[in-house]
């Protein structure tokens, strides 16, 4: 997640440096979020959403266009009647449009992506014990709401509904690695309600380089 933001900072401040002060607004920021699977059978054996803790780079454009992207790592224990644990990584990127109802506060939406890798272990509705890792890629919605809070300090409470699909080729089901044929599908998609606080760098009112 640090490489993420060291990779995509430079390249957002040249942005905004070119384009003056007034054009772009960057800012970053530490998110939270609880996330709870589709899947009826997950869903209730978790019982409860799993916790999601990560960081984010906004992108303001002049007008109501703006991009979020952000980088989070998921993980979840289940509650003592079962085994099930699950660990993985999400980086996203949402292109949203804004509307500013009040001054200092604003309603964003927008479509998006999510990539997503980690590793599952737990009991299946089978009764298996299985081990297995794997990635996907996945459409998500966003919809959220940022105020203002003090100089370049602003809070975000966002809502995003994720679908994706993985394919299984190859697991560890007790203790075995074997082949699934044919391939089993498991739906990754999942709901999140997320927290975040952001600070402005470039180009917003108190940015904290907004001279340059």
Same mark, same amino acid.
């Given at each position: 997640?640090?490489?993420?933001?060291?990779?995509?900072?430079?390249?957002?401040?040249?942005?905004?440096?070119? %384009?003056?002060?007034? $054009?772009?607004?960057?800012?970053?920021?530490?998110?939270?979020?609880?996330?709870?699977?589709?899947?009826?059978?997950?869903?209730?054996?978790?019982?409860?959403?799993?916790?999601?803790?990560?960081?984010?780079?906004?992108?303001?454009?002049?007008?109501?266009? *703006?991009?979020?992207?952000?980088?989070?790592?998921?993980?979840?224990?289940?509650? $003592?009647?079962?085994?099930?644990?699950? #660990?993985?990584?999400?980086?996203?990127?949402?292109?949203?449009?804004?509307?500013?109802?009040?001054? %200092?506060?604003?309603?964003?939406?927008?479509?998006?992506?999510?990539?997503?890798?980690?590793?599952?272990?737990g009991t299946d509705r089978y009764g298996r014990?299985?081990?297995?890792?794997?990635?996907?890629?996945?459409?998500?919605?966003?919809? *959220? %709401?940022?105020?203002?809070?003090?100089?370049?300090?602003?809070?975000?409470?966002?809502?995003?509904?994720?679908?994706? #699909?993985?394919?299984?080729?190859?697991?560890?089901?007790? *203790?075995?690695?074997?082949?699934?044929?044919?391939?089993?599908?498991? #739906?990754? *998609?999942?709901?999140?309600? %997320?927290?975040?606080?952001?600070?402005?760098?470039?180009?917003?009112?108190?940015?904290?380089?907004?001279?340059?």
């Amino acid at each position: 997640m640090r490489n993420l933001f060291r990779r995509f900072l430079p390249v957002a401040a040249c942005i905004a440096l070119a %384009g003056g002060a007034e $054009a772009v607004e960057i800012r970053i920021g530490a998110t939270a979020s609880n996330l709870s699977p589709s899947e009826e059978f997950y869903k209730d054996a978790f019982l409860t959403p799993g916790t999601s803790i990560g960081g984010t780079v906004s992108v303001d454009a002049p007008g109501p266009l *703006g991009f979020n992207v952000g980088a989070e790592r998921f993980s979840k224990s289940a509650p $003592a009647d079962w085994d099930g644990e699950l #660990d993985a990584m999400m980086v996203s990127l949402f292109p949203t449009a804004s509307w500013e109802p009040l001054k %200092g506060f604003s309603l964003y939406a927008g479509p998006g992506a999510v990539y997503l890798w980690g590793d599952y272990s737990g009991t299946d509705r089978y009764g298996r014990f299985v081990e297995a890792d794997g990635s996907s890629v996945g459409f998500a919605f966003s919809a *959220g %709401g940022e105020i203002m809070l003090a100089g370049p300090l602003s809070a975000r409470l966002e809502y995003r509904r994720a679908f994706m #699909d993985l394919t299984t080729g190859e697991a560890t089901m007790d *203790g075995s690695t074997v082949a699934v044929y044919p391939a089993a599908e498991t #739906d990754l *998609g999942y709901s999140q309600f %997320g927290f975040g606080l952001l600070v402005s760098l470039f180009g917003g009112e108190g940015a904290l380089f907004g001279g340059l």
